[in-house]
């Protein structure tokens, strides 16, 4: 009787788990995403974080779509570049809103000319100088009328870009969430890109549309089946929470609330690299290095030592670069740092489809201990060019400071670089660290010494790293003023040769390496937790996350 | 005792005002801006949103809009949160961090006297040892280490306690202990300390040679002037608790007011700033003068209007 009992007992469980397991079929398929911080906004437009671009490159659909590096058709099903370059035709599908209203190519009009309007306040809309767009940075600047920007909409299906000149990286930047359209009818009803977050107005035109947003808790996202892809949109929904403690979301994520968290605590990282097949690092195309500051006078020329000081000395500032061990730097961060051996960091292809980073090479820029030798001997020459013994200059180098914003992560690598002056330069420049935005008006007024930079490119083409070191661009922190630098970035962007482009650029950066206004120090990476269900997910070079063709397989 | 309260409330939107004015020009001597960001924004962009927020105004101008604004409870936008103002971020906050706030205060007051008041009645004995070993733990261990080691074992590693957010009534366990963690050992402290005080009173020996019975003297006559301490602390405790924690709400990732303290500092959200500051020092003011009403409830002699003797 028991052994019968038990018989018809399993034989009902059984039946119960697999009843179970088609309704588990049947489920909306949930992903569960820890986004970070509450983004500011999720208007394309307006929007300047990587958070609010996570989300608005999951919501929006630009004309192209960058998965992995490669460029995908998005609303525009196809495009072409006139012969001389300067003309780009984008041939719109036929595609909805997510409140079922058509698409066309005057959305994108509409878009853009908001986009760059002064009046809408966009914070990314220096972008437009990139773009090469024709009256686009004029029209930013309040130089020019939106009638003088060179874009139309011939028909409703066709959006024509005049260019100033030809521009390679063109229809890849497109996929950057700035250019996605925006809905003037919702953009109208909540200003400020409140409509971004109100569900009630929200209009989409991509794989999700917002189903509600709740401050500093989450949003969810739904499969907006207006989509012209939707076919390929595995997740029904979207659960984002804001959780910016790093330990917290690690703790949910290993608890199985969570099947994507953008970043992990520092802590974490060797071990995650080592033993986890979730943990994931990929290069980002930007380079964190320290600015010497060649105009102390503030005159914008740079001199001699008499009006600017000791950044003056080329071959002072070589020596205090070759006296780094950036790999022992990497080694101890531990997240996949490359070190770096120029400003344009791995992946870029040149016109040869070589990587610019590799074939570029190091300009004597040894990574490891192997340069210390010759930066004994420059620190000497350069002693004596500055009419002082050695340790005098050692003397006048502890009056510096290296400056840095005040965060343990770069505490950790100023340390680091002081520590390797003091042992193979013999002196020990004082650190001094300021909160964040203290920080940012002290290096941008070049009151200060030594400081540390950061930057990240939001295009494919190294001229957007070089060209921050342009005389006139507002991120020359270094105050660098080199006329055959300037002379051959401009060269470089007016060419309507890609050789000649990237030759021109390949000359840029190894004038800038000679003269070392900065000390580059590694090229930055990414890296992330993702879920083993999560499964077909991707990622734009320039670092935007992608789940339009993800989905989640549980496994149990 | 009406122009008592005449007199409370005038000062207090006195200090208030004087808060506002401090703070509103201390926020404008920091270097940085609202629209200070690692990608500099383009002048003629910039222009156009200090014009919008009206930031380009002499500062005086800017001063007294402010502070027009703040008396019809007007905190005006915040320059972070694009399209949302303060009173939209202070009423989105407040449901989370008033529930575990409050749960806390609660947890302080029930948990807090009563084991103060053992600990008072049997010292010097294993149980008082004990109890001020605990509160001693309490005091000095931090609510960020409490919270991190509560995340780590309860919620990660067995899995009793959801991981984050307010989404269950478990998830009020982790954040209402590390809230009330240091308040209930510091109000035990301070209840064994005052009990143990009064006791010693001529009074209470007094009551006890007139036969009364023990229960009566130390609920009837210690307890009441034993709590006057420790009432002049809860009042600003619940204050500084119903307004929030950075640590703990960020740690439990917890949609409450107290994240804004910082960021909005980091964010130089002027707006932000001034009505946390602000909002902080009400709550503030209201619980201080609800400490003094209670004294006069504890005890006849302290009198409101000042006039009795202390």
Same mark, same amino acid.
């Given at each position: 009787?028991?052994?019968?009992?038990?018989?018809?007992?399993?034989?009902?469980?059984?039946?119960?788990?697999?009843?179970?397991?088609?309704?588990?079929?049947?489920?909306?398929?949930?992903?569960?995403?820890?986004?970070?911080?509450?983004?500011?906004?999720?208007?394309?437009?307006?929007?300047?974080?990587?958070?609010?671009?996570?989300?608005?490159?999951?919501?929006?659909?630009?004309?192209?779509?960058?998965?992995?590096?490669?460029?995908?058709?998005?609303?525009?099903?196809?495009?072409?570049?006139?012969?001389?370059?300067?003309?780009?035709?984008?041939?719109?599908?036929?595609?909805?809103?997510?409140?079922?209203?058509?698409?066309?190519?005057?959305?994108?009009?509409?878009?853009?000319?908001?986009?760059?309007?002064?009046?809408?306040?966009?914070?990314?809309?220096?972008?437009?100088?990139?773009?090469?767009?024709?009256?686009?940075?004029?029209?930013?600047?309040?130089?020019?009328?939106?009638?003088?920007?060179?874009?139309?909409?011939?028909?409703?299906?066709?959006?024509?870009?005049?260019?100033?000149?030809?521009?390679?990286?063109?229809?890849?930047?497109?996929?950057?969430?700035?250019?996605?359209?925006?809905?003037?009818?919702?953009?109208?009803?909540?200003?400020?890109?409140?409509?971004?977050?109100?569900?009630?107005?929200?209009?989409?035109?991509?794989?999700?549309?917002?189903?509600?947003?709740?401050?500093?808790?989450?949003?969810?996202?739904?499969?907006?089946?207006?989509?012209?892809?939707?076919?390929?949109?595995?997740?029904?929904?979207?659960?984002?929470?804001?959780?910016?403690?790093? *330990?917290?979301?690690? &703790? @949910?994520?290993?608890?199985?609330? %969570?099947? /994507?968290?953008? +970043?992990?605590?520092?802590?974490? !990282?060797?071990?995650?690299?080592?033993?986890?097949?979730?943990?994931?690092?990929?290069?980002?195309?930007?380079?964190?290095?320290?600015?010497?500051?060649?105009?102390?006078?503030?005159?914008?020329?740079?001199?001699?030592?008499?009006?600017?000081?000791?950044?003056?000395?080329?071959?002072?500032?070589?020596?205090?670069?070759?006296?780094?061990?950036?790999?022992?730097?990497?080694?101890?961060?531990?997240?996949?740092?490359?070190?770096?051996?120029?400003?344009?960091?791995?992946?870029?292809?040149?016109?040869?489809?070589?990587?610019?980073?590799?074939?570029?090479?190091?300009?004597?820029?040894?990574?490891?201990?192997?340069?210390?030798?010759?930066?004994?001997?420059?620190?000497?020459?350069?002693?004596?060019?500055?009419?002082?013994?050695? *340790?005098?200059?050692? &003397? @006048?180098?502890?009056?510096?400071? %290296?400056? /840095?914003?005040? +965060?343990?992560?770069?505490?950790? !690598?100023?340390?680091?670089?002081?520590?390797?002056?003091?042992?193979?330069?013999?002196?020990?420049?004082?650190?001094?660290?300021?909160?964040?935005?203290?920080?940012?008006?002290?290096?941008?007024?070049?009151?200060?010494?030594?400081?540390?930079?950061?930057?990240?490119?939001?295009?494919?083409?190294?001229?957007?790293?070089?060209?921050?070191?342009?005389?006139?661009?507002?991120?020359?922190?270094?105050?660098?003023?080199?006329?055959?630098?300037?002379?051959?970035?401009?060269?470089?962007?007016?060419?309507?040769?890609?050789?000649?482009?990237?030759?021109?650029?390949?000359?840029?950066?190894?004038?800038?390496?000679?003269?070392?206004?900065?000390?580059?120090?590694?090229?930055?990476?990414?890296?992330?937790?993702?879920?083993?269900?999560?499964?077909?997910?991707?990622?734009?070079?320039?670092?935007?996350?992608?789940?339009?063709?993800?989905?989640?397989?549980?496994?149990? | 005792?009406?122009?008592?309260?005449?007199?409370?409330?005038?000062?207090?939107?006195?200090?208030?005002?004087?808060?506002?004015?401090?703070?509103?020009?201390?926020?404008?001597?920091?270097?940085?801006?609202?629209?200070?960001?690692?990608?500099?924004?383009?002048?003629?962009?910039?222009?156009?949103?200090?014009?919008?927020?009206?930031?380009?105004?002499?500062?005086?101008?800017?001063?007294?809009?402010?502070?027009?604004?703040?008396?019809?409870?007007?905190?005006?936008?915040?320059?972070?949160?694009?399209?949302?103002?303060?009173?939209?971020?202070?009423?989105?906050?407040?449901?989370?961090?008033?529930?575990?706030?409050?749960?806390?205060?609660?947890?302080?007051?029930?948990?807090?006297?009563?084991?103060?008041?053992?600990?008072?009645?049997?010292?010097?004995?294993?149980?008082?040892?004990?109890?001020?070993?605990?509160?001693?733990?309490?005091?000095?261990?931090?609510?960020?280490?409490?919270?991190?080691?509560?995340?780590?074992?309860?919620?990660?590693?067995?899995?009793?306690?959801?991981?984050?957010?307010?989404?269950?009534?478990?998830?009020?366990?982790?954040?209402?202990?590390?809230?009330?963690?240091?308040?209930?050992?510091?109000?035990?402290?301070?209840?064994?300390?005052?009990?143990?005080?009064?006791?010693?009173?001529?009074?209470?020996?007094?009551?006890?040679?007139?036969?009364?019975?023990?229960?009566?003297?130390?609920?009837?006559?210690?307890?009441?002037?034993?709590?006057?301490?420790?009432?002049?602390?809860?009042?600003?405790?619940?204050?500084?608790?119903?307004?929030?924690?950075?640590?703990?709400?960020?740690?439990?990732?917890?949609?409450?007011?107290?994240?804004?303290?910082?960021?909005?500092?980091?964010?130089?959200?002027?707006?932000?700033?001034?009505?946390?500051?602000?909002?902080?020092?009400?709550?503030?003011?209201?619980?201080?003068?609800?400490?003094?009403?209670?004294?006069?409830?504890?005890?006849?002699?302290?009198?409101?209007?000042?006039?009795?003797?202390?």
């Amino acid at each position: 009787m028991k052994k019968v009992l038990l018989l018809v007992l399993s034989l009902a469980l059984a039946l119960t788990l697999s009843a179970c397991k088609t309704d588990d079929d049947g489920e909306e398929v949930v992903f569960n995403w820890n986004i970070g911080a509450d983004p500011a906004t999720l208007d394309p437009g307006l929007n300047g974080a990587s958070d609010g671009g996570d989300v608005i490159n999951n919501t929006f659909e630009g004309l192209v779509r960058e998965i992995n590096g490669e460029v995908l058709p998005g609303i525009a099903e196809s495009w072409s570049t006139s012969s001389d370059g300067l003309t780009v035709t984008f041939n719109l599908r036929e595609s909805n809103w997510s409140d079922g209203t058509p698409l066309t190519a005057d959305d994108f009009v509409y878009s853009w000319l908001r986009a760059m309007d002064p009046t809408t306040a966009s914070e990314y809309s220096w972008i437009w100088h990139y773009t090469n767009v024709v009256g686009a940075e004029d029209f930013v600047n309040g130089d020019g009328t939106k009638e003088d920007v060179g874009i139309s909409a011939p028909d409703d299906y066709t959006f024509v870009v005049e260019l100033l000149n030809p521009t390679d990286y063109f229809v890849s930047l497109m996929a950057f969430y700035h250019f996605m359209p925006v809905n003037q009818d919702a953009v109208e009803a909540g200003p400020d890109g409140t409509w971004a977050k109100d569900p009630e107005i929200y209009v989409s035109n991509g794989a999700f549309k917002l189903d509600s947003y709740s401050i500093g808790d989450g949003l969810v996202l739904v499969k907006n089946e207006e989509y012209w892809n939707v076919e390929e949109v595995g997740i029904d929904r979207i659960d984002a929470k804001f959780i910016d403690d790093e *330990s917290t979301a690690y &703790t @949910a994520f290993n608890a199985g609330d %969570l099947d /994507y968290i953008p +970043s992990v605590p520092t802590a974490e !990282v060797p071990i995650l690299i080592a033993e986890s097949d979730e943990f994931y690092v990929f290069p980002l195309l930007g380079t964190y290095y320290y600015s010497f500051n060649m105009d102390a006078d503030g005159d914008g020329v740079n001199e001699g030592f008499a009006e600017d000081g000791l950044w003056s000395n080329r071959k002072l500032r070589t020596a205090l670069n070759y006296a780094i061990d950036r790999d022992a730097i990497t080694e101890a961060l531990g997240a996949g740092q490359v070190s770096a051996g120029g400003f344009v960091p791995p992946g870029f292809m040149d016109h040869e489809g070589n990587d610019f980073f590799e074939t570029a090479g190091t300009y004597g820029l040894v990574t490891d201990d192997g340069n210390f030798d010759e930066a004994v001997s420059l620190f000497a020459d350069a002693a004596s060019e500055l009419g002082m013994s050695v *340790s005098e200059l050692q &003397t @006048a180098l502890e009056s510096e400071e %290296l400056l /840095y914003n005040t +965060s343990e992560g770069h505490q950790f !690598v100023a340390q680091m670089v002081q520590e390797s002056w003091q042992q193979v330069l013999g002196f020990t420049m004082p650190l001094a660290n300021q909160d964040w935005a203290i920080f940012q008006d002290t290096r941008s007024q070049g009151d200060f010494s030594v400081a540390r930079g950061g930057w990240l490119t939001d295009f494919m083409d190294p001229s957007g790293l070089l060209g921050i070191f342009k005389s006139d661009n507002s991120y020359n922190d270094p105050n660098y003023y080199n006329s055959e630098f300037d002379t051959l970035l401009t060269e470089a962007s007016t060419t309507t040769d890609t050789a000649t482009h990237f030759e021109k650029l390949y000359e840029a950066q190894e004038v800038f390496m000679t003269d070392f206004p900065i000390i580059p120090v590694y090229h930055y990476t990414d890296t992330m937790l993702v879920s083993d269900d999560l499964v077909g997910w991707g990622r734009s070079v320039l670092g935007t996350v992608d789940f339009t063709r993800a989905t989640i397989n549980r496994s149990e | 005792m009406g122009s008592y309260y005449i007199k409370r409330t005038l000062s207090a939107i006195f200090t208030i005002f004087l808060i506002a004015t401090i703070t509103f020009f201390m926020l404008r001597i920091i270097p940085g801006g609202p629209f200070t960001r690692e990608k500099k924004i383009p002048d003629s962009i910039l222009e156009s949103l200090n014009e919008k927020y009206n930031l380009d105004a002499p500062l005086y101008e800017q001063y007294f809009d402010y502070m027009k604004g703040l008396v019809t409870f007007d905190l005006g936008p915040s320059y972070r949160n694009l399209g949302f103002t303060v009173n939209d971020m202070i009423l989105a906050g407040i449901p989370a961090t008033f529930k575990i706030g409050a749960l806390a205060s609660l947890l302080i007051i029930i948990v807090g006297i009563p084991v103060g008041i053992v600990s008072a009645l049997k010292s010097n004995t294993a149980i008082d040892y004990f109890v001020m070993f605990m509160a001693t733990l309490g005091v000095t261990v931090p609510s960020f280490v409490i919270a991190t080691v509560i995340i780590y074992l309860f919620a990660g590693q067995l899995g009793w306690i959801p991981t984050n957010g307010l989404n269950s009534p478990l998830a009020y366990i982790g954040p209402v202990i590390a809230l009330s963690g240091y308040s209930i050992s510091f109000v035990s402290r301070l209840t064994r300390s005052s009990m143990l005080e009064v006791l010693r009173q001529d009074y209470v020996r007094t009551a006890r040679a007139n036969g009364i019975s023990e229960g009566k003297v130390i609920f009837k006559h210690a307890l009441k002037n034993a709590l006057i301490p420790v009432v002049t602390y809860v009042g600003p405790m619940v204050a500084a608790i119903l307004t929030g924690s950075f640590v703990v709400e960020k740690i439990f990732a917890i949609p409450g007011m107290g994240g804004y303290f910082v960021e909005s500092v980091n964010n130089r959200d002027y707006t932000v700033v001034m009505g946390m500051t602000i909002f902080y020092a009400a709550f503030y003011i209201v619980m201080v003068l609800l400490v003094d009403i209670g004294y006069s409830l504890i005890d006849p002699r302290i009198r409101l209007d000042g006039r009795g003797s202390r």
